[in-house]
């Protein structure tokens, strides 16, 4: 298992017009958890797809507690796991640091292929990164 | 139970690197499918704000099956229930048509809210239409 | 010159906290008339992808003359000219032809280029017909 | 004159199938930019929003010099500027601080609103601000 936490502010473009965030954008959120994890541990996510690893998204859950303004402070907290040797499963939680409330959490799960998207097994590394929780 | 069916276009700037249609971008195609179902049978989502109803989303799933790339056609069906007297529950499947394979399912759930963010109840309109299902 | 006509809607997602469609949509709205222009006169655009040639933006402007809210029916109009042989130049309108009013013009200039990126040459038969009109 | 830089990391769901950042995205990093500039030296956006001012944009333009790609890191700096005393002007540079090279540049234009649309003075503050340079 790993683990990573990182800090954004909402943005006006993610903004709807009810005046919260709108709801596909906890995905990108979700994004930039995950992005930030693998980097920490491990390479960036770029590199990786120079690798020729690519990490399509298989299935993907939100649950939607407290509503996000504009310019609010989103802590992403993601973790890292194998549900199964070729499935990442990341769990997310999302809060408000200065009114430390849950905002959603959610999961997204993604296998490894090639470029052309053929099935591919995950890295041995990762494997050992995430054994090791380091 | 309503149903509903409408078709759209991948926009360029909705696919990603990797070639494909960014995966936070399908709950914006679910989007797409409940607005045209309730338009369909009542009236414009739009007019409903007007009227003090807000539909703030309270939990999302998604599968994804089959990736889908700009300009590729994507049918969307959606499907309107009401899982408890207060809570929405849309049901959503994306096909391409034109090779008819499954590009995705999955379903949002809402809640009637007031423009405050106060619950509300449900419209008994809608809740006539939905057991009539027309 | 090539012109070309498509109406859309805007999506809840385009929408800012202002309760109006926020400014860098626009952009992606260009991209639907000039995508739908390419593909009324000539081929898909993702045909022409591959094909190998890829059309990056050089420069884009627009003005905002009157906002555009949710659900709000949007026409866009599209003009496709040369502006020297290597440059492709969209001009776009959008009016909402509900209330025909003026929404904003932009304009869009592109290159062609090699999927690696290298200056390409424009195909004989887009210059052909943006000189015969048709 | 107002100036203020900061940098961030372009994300996944903001490259396209080209393999970089889709062009309209540049306009969500110029808002990142001012609502930066506006915190730095006055108050949050956020609360300018609260005090009944809204900053509807007028007018946008961006050249694009060299592409950027996910993960790339991008420096925002911004200048404001008053063209009219109701016309607030940012310009913006986009660079890669690691390969020190121009991306884009830019500007908009705003003017301040009430909630309801209708035109606004603006703040005396901003304009001693502007005129002070801090």
Redesign the interface.
């Known amino acids: 298992m790993l683990t990573s936490t990182v800090d954004i502010r909402a943005?006006?473009?993610e903004?709807?017009?009810?005046?919260?965030v709108?709801?596909?954008?906890y995905?990108?959120y979700f994004?930039?958890g995950r992005?930030h994890l693998i980097r920490q541990y491990w390479k960036?996510?770029?590199d990786l797809?120079k690798d020729g690893y690519?990490l399509?998204?298989?299935?993907?859950?939100?649950?939607?507690h407290n509503?996000v303004?504009?310019?609010d402070l989103i802590r992403i907290e993601s973790r890292l796991t194998f549900t199964r040797p070729t499935i990442l499963h990341f769990d997310y939680v999302l809060t408000n640091p200065e009114k430390s409330f849950l905002i959603a959490e959610g999961y997204?799960e993604h296998c490894f292929m090639t470029r052309d998207?053929k099935p591919r097994r995950a890295p041995a590394e990762l494997h050992r990164l995430v054994r090791e929780g380091r």
Do not use: A, I, K
Request: charged share 20%; aromatic share 18%.
């Open positions: 943005r006006y473009s903004t709807d017009q009810m005046g919260r709108y709801y596909s954008n995905l990108v994004e930039v992005t960036s996510y770029s797809e690519f399509p998204v298989l299935e993907t859950h939100c649950r939607y509503p303004g504009y310019d997204t998207g």
